[in-house]
């Protein structure tokens, strides 16, 4: 076969061949570079389930070194820590949770998450002996319908006689499912790219073999007619090298045919006489209280579909800037204020203020901007201590709206206050990833605005979204 191969090669033109062979060496770096970014794409999306997951351990072992703010006292047992930590932590579109009590599930996460690994009995089976141990557990487990990754969080209440533990989960099938759109791009992408190089290399070996075409028609012609005819010669590349010793060598055999043309001549002159004479030559619910259950799960709709859409966008702000980033309309200034600060009110033990409200209406995306504001004010009650004071306001200027967050925490260090808004950044003021700012700036970036800061160390910041306006009419 590999002898058939090569005569079929050897019986293609020199141009087809050059041409193949940089098809086909473009095709293999796509293929390998396609790999590299395929490998690199799940590993970092197990890298950072991992970071996921660790954050999920450090938000638990705070919550539980705290005291249950329905009480103010020390949690008495692992039910009202479990309740808590479900109904506290935002679970992406992939993720799901649930608490584990003496070996059997007591609690699950809230309505509004899709997910639900609960009811898959064999990830239940696989990870019940992890709950029984004192350390956390990483693992993955692949069932008839899943491919889970989880983390298995103990819970000390060995004083009641009890084992608990909290489970989050993350579906790396859907994981994966999330870089489908980004390898058929690629895909796509390295398709067209391949044939826009099969395009030019046709092209440009089709210039570059044309003085080799000359030079094959040049022979002919010198062969059916006379060899007077000469290859034109431009530059001083090895092709025009060629033409020139192709033109030498033609004037050598003109002059050696000249020589036997006057060979003949002569011979056919001096024996024209005596032969007249003689005649002669390539290409986190709780389910018990229903007034709770109704308000949480409309929050938290509320909170998941923009953390969805926060996931798809963010594939993205990370795909980036979309024309459909934003969904705009008409906002009254005034409701929006007062539904922010009624949701910011259960963030934390804070003594919550209104500074002063503008009674505007702008163009906005309510939700991204309600989510950016929260997320500001989470910022404020995590960096600062119960019963401190964190007032939101709105106000109104030329042309703008600023809305912004005040507290009376530990504020920021000079030095940390163009970190904290770089991605993965944060200030070293305790717990957290610097991703929420990120996501802040790339939210009032997107409606064409800017977030101020106003920091100084142990006396608060203020955080403002001043964002362009448009009244009504």
Not at 19 to 43: D, P
Not at 150 to 163: E, G, L, N
Not at 168 to 181: F, H, I, N, S
Not at 323 to 334: F, G, K, N
């Amino acid at each position: 076969m590999a002898k058939t191969l090569r005569t079929r090669l050897a019986a293609l033109s020199v141009h087809n061949r050059v041409i193949i062979a940089v098809i086909l060496l473009t095709a293999l770096a796509l293929i390998f570079s396609g790999t590299v970014v395929h490998l690199w794409g799940r590993l970092a999306t197990e890298r950072r389930i991992h970071t996921n997951q660790q954050l999920a351990v450090t938000f638990l072992r705070q919550l539980a070194s705290e005291a249950d703010p329905a009480t103010g006292q020390p949690w008495q047992g692992p039910d009202e820590l479990l309740r808590a930590a479900l109904q506290r932590t935002l679970l992406a579109p992939t993720e799901g949770a649930f608490g584990v009590i003496n070996s059997e599930v007591a609690w699950t996460a809230y309505a509004g998450v899709p997910l639900r690994p609960e009811t898959d009995a064999e990830l239940v089976a696989a990870v019940m002996p992890a709950t029984l141990l004192a350390t956390v557990t990483h693992a993955r487990v692949k069932t008839a319908t899943h491919d889970w990754s989880y983390v298995v969080i103990p819970v000390d209440f060995s004083a009641q006689d009890a084992t608990a533990a909290f489970v989050q989960v993350t579906d790396m099938g859907q994981e994966r499912a999330l870089l489908a759109p980004i390898y058929a791009a690629y895909a796509s992408v390295g398709a067209a790219s391949l044939i826009l190089v099969a395009l030019i290399i046709w092209l440009f070996v089709a210039y570059l073999m044309r003085p080799i075409s000359t030079v094959r028609t040049t022979a002919q012609e010198i062969t059916a007619t006379d060899i007077s005819r000469r290859i034109p010669v431009q530059g001083h590349d090895d092709l025009s090298q060629l033409a020139r010793t192709v033109n030498e060598m033609l004037d050598r055999l003109e002059a050696a045919l000249d020589g036997q043309r006057q060979l003949l001549d002569d011979v056919g002159h001096e024996l024209r006489t005596p032969l007249t004479i003689a005649r002669g030559h390539a290409e986190l619910i709780n389910a018990q209280d229903p007034a709770e259950v109704a308000a949480t799960r409309k929050l938290v709709i509320s909170e998941m579909d923009r953390m969805r859409r926060l996931v798809e966008d963010l594939l993205t702000l990370a795909r980036s800037r979309q024309p459909d980033l934003l969904r705009l309309e008409e906002v009254d200034v005034v409701e929006l204020t007062d539904l922010t600060l009624s949701n910011a009110t259960r963030l934390g033990e804070r003594a919550w203020r209104l500074d002063q409200v503008a009674e505007v209406s702008a163009w906005m995306d309510p939700q991204r901007i309600a989510q950016a504001w929260l997320q500001l004010a989470a910022n404020a009650v995590q960096y600062s201590d119960e019963g401190a004071v964190i007032a939101l306001g709105s106000r109104a200027g030329r042309g703008e709206v600023s809305l912004w967050v005040r507290d009376e925490g530990r504020g920021i260090d000079p030095l940390d206050q163009e970190k904290i808004f770089q991605r993965t950044m944060r200030a070293d003021l305790g717990e957290g990833t610097g991703l929420g700012l990120s996501i802040v700036t790339a939210i009032v970036a997107s409606h064409g605005g800017r977030l101020d800061l106003d920091s100084t160390p142990g006396q608060g910041s203020t955080f403002t979204m001043v964002l362009p306006r448009k009244e009504k009419q």
